[in-house]
């Protein structure tokens, strides 16, 4: 399976590229953010540099949102590749901050208004005998819906219910940095997986809103509302200690967190702290983002640490499944530790149940300090340093 994803941000610097034989189909619709190469504004050359991760064409049309609606424009060009692997830049630009401030920015856009963007990216990031269909999708917003890493943010499906009403829209962590995966404060990414489940009836559901992003095309508008939320909140310590725990799709908000210290370079801001990633899924095919973050565990070992939990192909020491809450256990005693410290943070994002995993191994670890485990995570949550968000 080829999981194409943008390296890095726009702006100064080089573009590597690693092309993969796999890719063939050279007359296919140009998927890779089409809109973003024809019409961001860029210093320089940077436009040109831009297309050497694009598939190699003779001409593709662009789908461009403007105030006159959808238009398209045709791009050409002689030779180009698609990358099949992000990676951190060689020489990477320097962003600006889009909240220097730390303005919080909330409800911009509501349901009975919502901003319209495009979806200018849909590419399936599993392998396929993963258990669903899981995707990332790239929304260009043209810079009219800022965000904060750990917001998220509200998808308004099309079509209408049973009973002919519009859809109710549906909230998604945001699975991209604030300045989005290309670094120009105009796209937010989401991580989708597909929901179909057979019913008490024996009939079979697909969820709206999942099936019509994992099935849309590049061009396609999308009604977003938000952004939302102040729970997940990347802290503002940059030499804190964060432990990330997720299952699945909940990686989105650490892809984020962990793209803003190791793969961007800000001007103000310099993560020097630890990231601890546990990611717990069902088989090894579907590891989310797995050549990202092996790629910035290698680009700073010292800083972060990745820890899976691969239910359906390892065993816990009774022999059963091995879950998120097992790969814990086995460095409960170094969590403990850091969680006495002033400067570290969790942040849990997932399936709704995860939590009481994890509050069974920590209530005997706090034990044998003598400590209630309920009463002291109330006061990290009150300190906001134990951030949950479960689905």
Request: glycine residues 8%; hydrophobic residues 35%; positive net charge.
């Amino acid at each position: 399976m080829v999981r194409a994803r943008p390296r890095g941000a726009i702006g100064g610097g080089a573009w590597h590229v690693r092309s993969a034989a796999a890719i063939r189909d050279r007359s296919a619709p140009l998927e890779l953010l089409a809109c973003l190469l024809a019409f961001a504004s860029l210093p320089g050359n940077a436009t040109a540099n831009m297309f050497a991760f694009l598939p190699s064409i003779t001409s593709h049309r662009l789908y461009v949102s403007g105030k006159d609606g959808l238009r398209t424009s045709t791009l050409k060009t002689e030779s180009a590749r698609l990358q099949t692997r992000v990676g951190c830049r060689s020489r990477p630009a320097t962003l600006r901050m889009v909240a220097a401030e730390k303005k919080v920015p909330v409800n911009l856009y509501k349901p009975n208004d919502p901003l319209i963007g495009t979806c200018i990216y849909n590419k399936k990031i599993v392998g396929d005998d993963a258990p669903g269909d899981t995707c990332h999708v790239i929304i260009h917003h043209d810079g009219k819906l800022p965000y904060l890493e750990g917001q998220s943010v509200g998808i308004i499906p099309e079509g209408t219910d049973e009973k002919g009403r519009p859809h109710k829209l549906r909230l998604y962590s945001i699975a991209s940095t604030a300045a989005g995966d290309f670094g120009d404060y105009k796209t937010l990414s989401l991580v989708v997986k597909r929901l179909v489940y057979t019913n008490e009836k024996g009939e079979e559901v697909r969820g709206v809103c999942s099936n019509y992003l994992n099935d849309i095309k590049p061009g396609t508008p999308v009604k977003m509302t938000g952004p939302v939320g102040k729970e997940m909140l990347m802290p503002d310590d940059p030499n804190a200690t964060i432990i990330m725990l997720a299952t699945g799709t909940g990686i989105a908000p650490f892809r984020a967190f962990m793209r803003k210290a190791f793969v961007e370079k800000h001007a103000d801001y310099q993560f020097k702290g630890k990231m601890i990633l546990y990611l717990g899924v069902p088989t090894s095919s579907s590891l989310l983002y797995r050549d990202e973050l092996e790629e910035m565990k290698a680009n700073a070992p010292d800083q972060v640490e990745l820890h899976y939990a691969i239910s359906r192909e390892m065993k816990n020491k009774q022999g059963g499944k091995y879950y998120l809450q097992d790969a814990m256990a086995e460095r409960g005693e170094e969590i403990w530790q850091l969680l006495q410290k002033d400067n570290t943070y969790v942040y849990m994002c997932g399936l709704k149940g995860m939590d009481s995993g994890i509050d069974a191994f920590m209530k005997d670890l706090a034990a044998k300090d003598g400590v209630d485990w309920a009463t002291f995570k109330k006061q990290l949550k009150q300190q906001h340093r134990y951030n949950v968000e479960v689905y």
